[in-house]
């Protein structure tokens, strides 16, 4: 068996959670007492060895306790039970800034991070260049960190925590602070480190990073390991229970009524239905055909009127906007009452969780007669992980004629 880099074995990490506190010494007097509070364990019996040259992913959701352990094998945080023992040198990049000082520059950092980790001025000297132009900060260097934007403080963190020879690396979901150019660096450089066979513990909710990058994949639910094994199957069981618990949630808002209160003009939106492959849905797959119903009633025909249904991540970042046609619906007079469909012959998203916002709008004006925002959240399920983004394109590629193919192992 390997020498193992990392060994925890039933760790746990306990914090207060304060209900009530204290605010002076006179309070603490009459009260007797400390504060109310209650204590909640973020890491809960957590035993896993890592061995050397492993890369091992840590997932769950915010909250799971992925951050304290890290924080807990780079020795930051005291484990209050178990045990947590390392070996070799190790560098942590867990949050920006972490272990700067903020009135040194940038360059007196450098020199205080490699003798954290006990390393000699002489060489730290040596490598001084190479970390400087990987943060591409040769021009602020000398200035003092705490007037580094967070981006200038991620790629030096990661600048020196790469270039000072370290054994083991923990890096905690901050490559997402660097921009995409960055970020393609710091992937290559992390592919590196792997490749000269140094010890990688990588935590992210980046799901296809860590498919990347890792080796094998630790879950933790509510601070607990939940499974501990091959990439592929732990993501496979991850996101089956998010889906379930999405499910769940979604079943939940189904059965909230939409707001039928007259807009302008009483104009009301009465029902928003989506119907799939199967009949009526909140969970399709990446392709399936989807039909969105909108049902509306007014006091009077409807006349000049503009639908529109945009959809939206998760985040609530527009996607996309479909409205009707103005040359269809401009001089039309609609019914008091209808529904109108939107019909897609396949649903253009990737892997997420989505929501509309549907409108109706006086084309003349401009103005809206009724507009109900991000309402019928849908989760989209994706079979092929190797298309990245929110949107499938049609496309097809052309590639040169093949005389032979690479046999594969």
């Not at 193992?4 to 306990?14: D, E, M």
């Not at 509306?296 to 945009?310: D, H, K, Q």
Request: one cysteine or more.
């Amino acid at each position: 068996m390997a020498n193992l880099a990392i060994q925890i074995k039933n760790v746990s990490k306990r914090f207060r959670v304060y209900h009530q506190r204290n605010t002076s010494l006179k309070q603490a007097l009459v009260d007797r007492q400390r504060g109310r509070f209650e204590e909640f364990w973020a890491v809960s019996d957590v035993s896993v060895d890592v061995p050397e040259g492993e890369s091992l992913g840590i997932i769950g959701e915010n909250g799971s306790g992925k951050s304290t352990l890290l924080k807990c094998v780079a020795g930051i945080l005291i484990q209050d039970k178990g045990t947590i023992a390392v070996q070799g040198r190790l560098a942590s990049l867990l949050e920006v800034g972490a272990g700067f000082h903020p009135d040194f520059t940038g360059r007196e950092n450098i020199y205080l991070n490699g003798a954290i980790l006990g390393l000699p001025r002489r060489y730290i000297t040596t490598i001084l260049d190479d970390i400087v132009s990987f943060a591409e900060l040769e021009q602020f260097i000398d200035n003092p960190v705490k007037t580094y934007s967070s981006g200038m403080y991620m790629r030096l963190g990661f600048a020196i925590a790469v270039n000072l020879d370290p054994d083991i690396m923990l890096i905690d979901e901050v490559l997402a602070v660097g921009d995409e150019a960055f970020q393609r660096r710091c992937m290559e450089r992390i592919n590196a480190i792997r490749a000269e066979g140094r010890t990688l513990v990588f935590v992210s909710h980046a799901l296809e990073s860590v498919r990347a990058i890792c080796d094998r994949c630790l879950w933790l639910d509510h601070g607990a390991a939940r499974m501990l094994g091959g990439v592929d199957s732990v993501l496979a069981a991850y996101l089956a229970e998010v889906d379930r618990r999405e499910a769940a949630e979604l079943e939940v808002t189904e059965i909230a009524e939409v707001d039928t209160s007259p807009g302008r003009m009483g104009v009301r939106i009465t029902a928003i239905d989506f119907s799939g492959p199967d009949g009526p849905t909140t969970v399709l797959n990446t392709g399936d055909p989807l039909t969105i119903s909108v049902g509306y009633a007014a006091p009077e025909p409807l006349r000049g009127a503009r639908f529109s249904i945009t959809f939206l991540r998760g985040d609530g970042a527009p996607i996309l906007t479909v409205p009707t046609d103005d040359l269809e619906t401009g001089d039309a007079a609609l019914p008091r009452e209808g529904v109108v469909r939107l019909a897609l012959p396949g649903v253009p998203f990737l892997e997420g969780f989505y929501s509309v916002t549907v409108d109706i709008t006086e084309i003349a004006t401009g103005q809206h007669y009724k507009r109900l925002e991000r309402v019928r959240p849908f989760r989209v399920h994706s079979a092929d992980h190797r298309e990245v983004g929110m949107a499938l394109l049609g496309h097809s590629w052309e590639l040169p004629q093949v005389t032979s193919r690479v046999a594969r192992r």
